[in-house]
């Protein structure tokens, strides 16, 4: 008999105005690492809340400019958004940063 062990899913970690969208700073997702990918894991991001699709993607659904999607504390550029997950994959997302 063969068991087969699913992961209980990814989680999220939200900064700033976009945890407040959110209604939380951590998001957990239901996708299976090892069969998903970062982009997955982010469109299930957005189906958990969905206020945060239109803060974080302009109307083509590419990723806004200076929002930074990051596994593992290394900022993603939009091709790495296809790279499969692992398991103990850390995700976080920040909204743009201004300074003055």
């Keep these: 008999m063969v068991v087969r062990t699913r992961h209980p899913g990814m ?3 939200l900064f700033a105005d976009l945890a407040d ?3 939380d700073r951590e ?3 239901d996708v299976d690492a090892g069969d998903a990918t970062v982009r997955d894991a982010l469109d299930a991001l ?3 809340a969905p206020g945060l699709e239109d803060r974080v993607c302009d109307d083509a659904g590419t990723l806004r400019d200076h929002v930074n999607v990051l596994r593992n504390g290394e900022t993603l550029d939009a091709e790495d958004l296809d790279d499969p997950l692992a398991a103990d994959d850390e995700l976080a997302l920040f909204p743009p940063v201004s300074g003055g």
Excluded: D, N, S
Aim: glycine share 8%; no cysteine.
């Design 46 to 48: 957005f189906a958990a």
């Design 27 to 29: 998001v957990a997702v």
């Design 11 to 13: 989680q999220w970690t």
């Design 21 to 23: 969208v959110a209604g």
